[in-house]
């Protein structure tokens, strides 16, 4: 009698086979070191080099600063923020095996004690946090891009209070598709607006305090 095969299922995608891929480190301290990533397709990476072309036009701004990621992903943001200079990151994630990713990774690249990962909303989380008047910021907002579409009134409240938050000095980084309107936004002649097809990034800075 012929022995009948038994086939076993092979998991199709990488979060369920395991995989482990990496996201690179660009800049900084730790440029070359690997930022874990699930392959999850809720996470959406910025390409590494969008991510360079944005800490390109940050420099040194970034150095000394808070830096809070506000749909932080695989945290590459940043983590690559701690590298070029930030003195610590709050990243929010609200899908937990990737929160705890972002962990990992931090404790990978040795830089644990200066990250943050809060397991939430990044709405909800802005509205409740208040930062020292002396907060020097950098606040990226890089969310999926539908929120621009099915959370369009969130996200335009979610950056315009982050623009009236009184501290020393807030940045903001801005990721659109290459066609959001940014004249939606509060203030739309202080943006500086750079095409990457198919995204768009939007810089702001708080002006400078009396």
């Known amino acids: 009698m012929a022995h009948r095969r038994h086939s076993r299922a092979v998991p199709r995608t990488p979060q369920e086979r395991g995989d482990v891929h990496g996201v690179r480190i ?7 070191r690997k930022v874990h990533y699930s392959g999850d397709p809720r996470t959406r990476p910025m390409k590494d080099r969008l991510r360079e072309a944005v800490f390109n036009l940050l420099g040194d701004d970034v150095t000394r600063r808070l830096a809070i990621d506000l749909f932080a992903g695989t945290g590459a943001l940043g983590l690559e923020a701690i590298s070029r200079g930030a003195q610590r990151a709050v990243l929010i994630e609200r899908h937990l095996p990737t929160a705890q990713l972002i962990e990992r990774s931090a404790r990978d690249l040795g830089v644990a004690d ?3 990962v809060v397991f939430g909303d990044a709405f909800a989380w802005s509205r409740g946090f ?7 910021l950098l606040v990226f907002c890089c969310p999926p891009y539908e929120f621009y ?8 409240e979610l950056i315009c209070g982050w623009m009236h938050r009184p501290t020393a000095s807030t940045l903001l980084v801005v990721e659109a598709p290459d066609a959001f309107d940014w004249n939606q936004l509060a203030n739309p002649s202080e943006w500086r607006v750079r095409c990457y097809p198919p995204a768009s990034i939007g810089t702001w800075e708080s002006p400078p305090r009396p």
């Not at 579409?149 to 335009?156: G, I, P």
């Open 130 to 136: 208040q930062p020292p008047a002396e907060a020097r």
């Open 114 to 116: 200066q990250v943050q």
């Open 26 to 32: 660009v800049g900084g301290t730790l440029r070359g």
């Open 149 to 156: 579409n099915t959370q369009r009134e969130a996200m335009l």
